[in-house]
């Protein structure tokens, strides 16, 4: 079985540009996840989808990141403009509905994306 | 914010039983103890959960205490490829949220 795929694996910037993520995520799991990991950290929930709506980004700074998934399958996150604070990776983790929905929510991370801003 | 503790680091030799402590003396009577690991550079991996009964699986075994305010993961015969971050996590139920909120883990490191 496929893992969730995100690309790229890693990505250097300059502060004030934008960049974007990927995400493919198990096939079959009808919610995805966003999560920001800043060094010696653990991740931290940016956003939440179930199909291609937003359930939970009540942590996501939203004047300058953004998420869509528009066909319920692969999902971009954007940050635009990057900040230096946003220096991360960037994980993109999957679960099935029934999972999420019973006591045994097994989510399947991705390798994630480190972004350096400059 | 993380409803756990854990202690930062702790080491393990080869072969040898690793116990991981948590704290949670804050956990609600329906929210579940899971745990995650981390191994450098890779995305979080579930290990186990539980709810007040010990549980076993072929990775690990949780032991909770009867009052639920602590756990304990073991992995029974360490090897140098369990060195990595540990994640304790008290999740509520679906139907309150159902997040997952990482704290700051232990870091395993298993020497030879």
């Known amino acids: 079985e496929a893992g969730v795929a995100q690309s790229p694996r890693y990505k250097i910037i300059e502060k004030r540009q934008s960049v974007a993520f990927w995400c493919n995520p198990i096939?079959?799991?009808?919610?995805l996840y966003w999560y920001q990991q800043i060094l010696g950290q653990g991740p931290k929930l940016l956003i939440q989808?179930?199909?291609?709506?937003?359930?939970?980004d009540s942590q996501l700074p939203k004047d300058r990141f953004s998420a869509e998934r528009l066909k319920g399958v692969d999902s971009t996150l954007k940050i635009q403009p990057a900040k230096l604070e946003d220096s991360a990776v960037y994980l993109c983790a999957s679960s099935s509905l029934t999972s999420q929905q019973s006591s045994y929510n097994e989510q399947f991370f991705g390798p994630g994306t480190r972004l350096t801003v400059l | 914010d993380a409803k756990t503790t854990q202690p930062t680091s702790m080491d393990c030799a080869e072969g040898r039983a690793a116990n991981l402590p948590c704290n949670h003396s804050t956990i609600s009577g329906n929210e579940y103890v899971y745990w995650y690991r981390q191994i450098h550079s890779q995305g979080p991996q579930y290990i186990i959960h539980?709810?007040?009964n010990n549980e076993t699986n072929e990775m690990a075994s949780l032991i909770i205490t009867e009052d639920r305010k602590s756990s304990t993961l073991i992995l029974p015969h360490a090897t140098l490829r369990d060195t990595a971050v540990y994640y304790c996590?008290?999740?509520?139920?679906?139907?309150?949220?159902?997040?997952?909120?990482f704290g700051q883990g232990t870091e395993l490191s298993v020497k030879p």
């Open positions: 989808f179930q199909n291609n709506g937003v359930v939970d």
């Open positions: 539980g709810l007040k």
């Open positions: 996590i008290v999740r509520p139920p679906y139907n309150q949220g159902g997040k997952l909120i």
């Open positions: 096939s079959g799991h009808a919610t």
